[in-house]
C-alpha cells in the first residue's frame, strides 16, 4: 500500500493532460493496491495485469475481478484502447523492454500517457553503494539511467516525455532491511527503532527511483 500510495501521488499530476479516460491499466499490478485510486480518477475501465496467481488470489474481494492473469500483450487486451498505461518496477524484469514500451504505444488511444518507474542506476545513492546497492540483483535484467528511459520511450514514437524522481515512503523497518549492513547489526538498529516505537513510522527519502511519463501523438 505505501507504494501504490508513492506511485499514485507522483502520477497524479501527469493525469490533467490526458485527452480521454478511457480504460487505465497497471502492469505488473501485483494484488492491485493501485487500482481503486485509478478508479478514483474517473477512468472507464480499470484493469490491472499480472502474472503471479497467487498475487492475484491475494487481492481483496472487490479488486479481484479488475485482475487478469498474464503477461502483457496486445491480446490480454483486446477490444480496449487505453488512455494510460502504467508500470512501476517492472521494466527492469523484462527481456525486452523495448517490445513492452512498443506494444503499449500501438494500445494506447492517441493522446494517451505511458507511466513507467524504474531504478536510476545512475542516481547517487546507487553509485555511492556501488555492487551493494539493492539494484543490484539476480532478477534485474535491465538497469536504467535517465537517457537510456529517455531513449526507450522515443524509439517507440513517445513525445513530451518528462522524467522525475520519485520520493518513496517506507516504514522505517523496511528501509532498515534494504540497507547493506550486517545481520547483527540490522538487528540491534531494529530493536532500538522498535523500542522508541519508530520501526513503522513511514519515512520518505529519494533512493534512485525514476518516474517517466511519455504522450503517444494526437
Not at 551493494?132 to 538497469?143: A, C, F, G
Request: hydrophobic share 45%; net charge neutral.
Amino acid at each position: 500500500m505505501a507504494a501504490a500510495k508513492t506511485y499514485a501521488d507522483a502520477l497524479a499530476p501527469h493525469l490533467q493532460g490526458l485527452t480521454g479516460r478511457n480504460a487505465a491499466v497497471d502492469v505488473g499490478a501485483g494484488s492491485g493496491p493501485l487500482l481503486p485510486w485509478l478508479q478514483s480518477q474517473g477512468f472507464a475501465s480499470v484493469i490491472g495485469i499480472e502474472p503471479s496467481r497467487a498475487a492475484i488470489d491475494d487481492a481483496p474481494p472487490a479488486v479481484r475481478p479488475l485482475l487478469r492473469e498474464g503477461m502483457f500483450s496486445a491480446s490480454l487486451l483486446e477490444g480496449e484502447t487505453p488512455s494510460l498505461i502504467c508500470s512501476f518496477m517492472t521494466l527492469e524484469h523484462l527481456p525486452d523492454p523495448g517490445d513492452f514500451v512498443a506494444t503499449a504505444h500501438h494500445l494506447l488511444e492517441p493522446g494517451g500517457a505511458l507511466a513507467v518507474v524504474v531504478h536510476d542506476w545512475r542516481a547517487p545513492l546507487n553509485r555511492l553503494l556501488g555492487l551493494r546497492s539493492p539494484i543490484i540483483d539476480v532478477e534485474h535484467l535491465q538497469l536504467f539511467s535517465r537517457r537510456a528511459l529517455r531513449e526507450l520511450l522515443q524509439r517507440a514514437g513517445f513525445e513530451h516525455i518528462e522524467l522525475s524522481p520519485i520520493r518513496n515512503a517506507y516504514p522505517l523497518r523496511y528501509w532498515l532491511r534494504l540497507t547493506p549492513l550486517p545481520a547483527p547489526a540490522k538487528s540491534l538498529a531494529l530493536g532500538l527503532l522498535e523500542r522508541f516505537g519508530l520501526a513503522d513510522h513511514n519515512f520518505a527519502m529519494n533512493v534512485g527511483n525514476l518516474l517517466a511519463v511519455g504522450i503517444k501523438r494526437r
